[in-house]
């Protein structure tokens, strides 16, 4: 079984991600972030990401049946992140990547 430092809050956020870099790339990357917690996130990407890739993640819209937790329970807006793991997934015909996000400022 495994051991979660933080309690997962579930969620359905459209979220982009991009590149934190400082080579001007402009990419934007879209998404779902699925739960949250206060040291991390996992989201669903359209997109593969490397382990230890740095990305800047905004949350784009919510729906109203999943509105956030408190802000002290760890839901964040917008959020500086490492790429922890990442797996290909399908659901429904839909090819997508399943990721695991830590945030890296407190």
Same mark, same amino acid.
């Given at each position: 079984?495994?051991?979660?430092?933080?309690?997962?809050?579930?969620?359905?956020?459209?979220?982009?991600?991009?590149f934190?870099? !400082?080579?001007?790339?402009?990419d934007?990357?879209?998404?779902?972030?699925?739960?949250y917690?206060?040291?991390g996130?996992y989201?669903?990407?359209?997109?593969c990401f490397?382990?230890g890739?740095?990305?800047?993640?905004?949350?784009?819209? !919510?729906?109203p049946?999943?509105?956030?937790?408190?802000?002290?329970e760890?839901?964040?807006?917008i !959020?500086?992140?490492?790429?922890?793991?990442s797996?290909?997934?399908?659901?429904?015909?839909?090819?997508?990547?399943?990721?695991g996000?830590k945030?890296?400022?407190?």
């Open positions: 079984m495994e051991k979660r430092n933080s309690n997962r809050h579930k969620t359905d956020q459209s979220i982009v991600c991009m934190f870099t !400082s080579h001007g790339c402009d934007t990357f879209d998404g779902r972030m699925q739960n917690c206060d040291s996130m989201a669903e990407l359209q997109t490397k382990e890739t740095i990305l800047l993640v905004r949350t784009t819209s !919510s729906t049946e999943r509105l956030p937790a408190k802000i002290e760890g839901f964040r807006t !959020s500086l992140v490492e790429v922890k793991w797996k290909p997934i399908s659901a429904d015909g839909v090819f997508r990547y399943g990721t996000l945030h890296l400022v407190v």
